[in-house]
Structures are given as structure tokens and as C-alpha cells.
T-cell receptor
């Protein structure tokens, strides 16, 4: 089954304790992205990657890191989490199109992170 | 500044009624998509519209892309409880590549049995 898999689904952590949220896709998609979803603010892009070893900042990158060493994996790293990073996080992937329009994203099921 | 404004934010109607939700922007989009998100899950792509004025139908859902490619609407006929969810529109800004999507804040739809 074509899918984007995120782990963990739920995570409670303490301020300052480094954590990694994993994301893996099995569709051979070039483009991968991380979003956070907050009430009233919608989905905001954190980082994205156009291909292996190519990453770039989205709209809200502060406090996050990413890496893209393999095409299928795109982990999100919080080096020193703070309470304002409490949110619902989604990983998404998409093929590169070359057609002039987006094919749309396949999203993971989300990671609910609470930083206390 | 929110590039994609969705209205209404919340909508609660009885089963069997019709409804329309809107997605508006002052910017031009090369394409526009609609997603539905259920509680505890990620958004799921419903449709992509590409051409100005395009209309697509998905069973009881009708999607329209504005002629100027700045707005879109989603019309649901004879709503059912299974239509309940958060509806999101999204699109790539025309000068920012095809993969980087901007999302609206969504319309939370509740269908009352």
C-alpha cells in the first residue's frame, strides 16, 4: 500500500530533550515536506526537500532541523524542544511533476507532540 | 497574511441538505486542490483542478476553479454524516514551483444525522 509512515503517533517530552520524528514513504517520491497544524493557524510548512541531500526552509523553520540522506526518509529533528513547539505534525510527499501543476500530497497520519 | 481564505470557518447542517464552501485568494494559483481531514488523521486529497473555470465532480461533491484561478468552491449535494470533516484548499503559488503548497485554514463541516 502506498503510504507515508510517521512515528511516533504521540509523544510527550520535556523542554530541552532532543527528539526525532521519523517519516518514510514507499512511493519513490522526490518531494517531501513537514508541516505543523495549530488551531486557527492551519497547516504551516516547516521544511521541505526537493530530492536527496536537497533541503530548504519553509515558513516556520526556527527550532527544527531535517535531513534527506535517502529518498524514502525525511526525519524531523527538534534539538531543544520548547513548549511553543507543542503541535500536530504532518509529513507529506509528492512526485515532481514537470507538468505545470501539482499532483497533490500524500500525508502521514500525524504526530501529536506535547512539550512540557 | 493568509493567502488562501476559506469560508465559512464552521458549518453545521442537517443530513440531506446542500452546502457550498469557498476558497478565495488575491493571488493566482497554477492549480488548486481540496483535501478532507478527519480527526486524528492526515489530510486526504479529494481533487485537483487545473484550468480556470474547470468543474470536477466526485459523486455528490462538485469542485469549481475560478476563471481567474484565484478562487474555488466545493458544493456538496445531499450531505451525509460521512462528509463530516475539515475541508482544506491548497495550491502552489504560480511563481513558487509546483510542489510547494499553501493551505487555507479550513472549513470544519459537521453533518447532523
Amino acid at each position: 500500500e502506498a503510504q507515508v509512515t510517521q512515528n511516533p503517533r504521540y509523544l510527550i517530552t520535556v523542554t530541552g530533550k532532543k527528539l526525532t520524528v521519523t517519516c518514510s514513504q514507499n512511493m519513490n517520491h522526490e518531494y517531501m515536506s513537514w508541516y505543523r497544524q495549530d488551531p486557527g493557524l492551519g497547516l504551516r510548512q516547516i521544511y521541505y526537500s526537493m530530492n536527496v541531500e536537497v533541503t530548504d526552509k519553509g515558513d516556520v523553520p526556527e527550532g527544527y532541523k531535517v535531513s534527506r540522506k535517502e529518498k524514502r526518509n525525511f526525519p524531523l529533528i527538534l534539538e531543544s524542544p520548547s513548549p511553543n513547539q507543542t503541535s500536530l505534525y504532518f509529513c507529506a510527499s509528492s512526485p515532481r511533476t514537470g507538468t505545470g501543476y501539482s499532483y497533490g500530497y500524500t500525508f502521514g497520519s500525524g504526530t501529536r507532540l506535547t512539550v512540557v | 497574511t493568509q493567502l488562501l481564505e476559506q469560508s465559512p470557518q464552521f458549518l453545521s447542517i442537517q443530513e440531506g441538505e446542500n452546502l457550498t464552501v469557498y476558497c478565495n485568494s488575491s493571488s493566482v494559483f497554477s492549480s488548486l486542490q481540496w483535501y478532507r481531514q478527519e480527526p486524528g488523521e492526515g489530510p486526504v486529497l479529494l481533487v485537483t483542478v487545473v484550468t480556470g473555470g474547470e468543474v470536477k465532480k466526485l459523486k455528490r461533491l462538485t469542485f469549481q476553479f475560478g476563471d481567474a484561478r484565484k478562487d474555488s468552491s466545493l458544493h456538496i449535494t445531499a450531505a451525509q454524516p460521512g462528509d463530516t470533516g475539515l475541508y482544506l484548499c491548497a495550491g502552489p503559488l504560480i511563481n513558487f514551483g509546483n510542489e510547494k503548497l499553501t493551505f487555507g485554514t479550513g472549513t470544519r463541516l459537521t453533518i447532523i444525522p
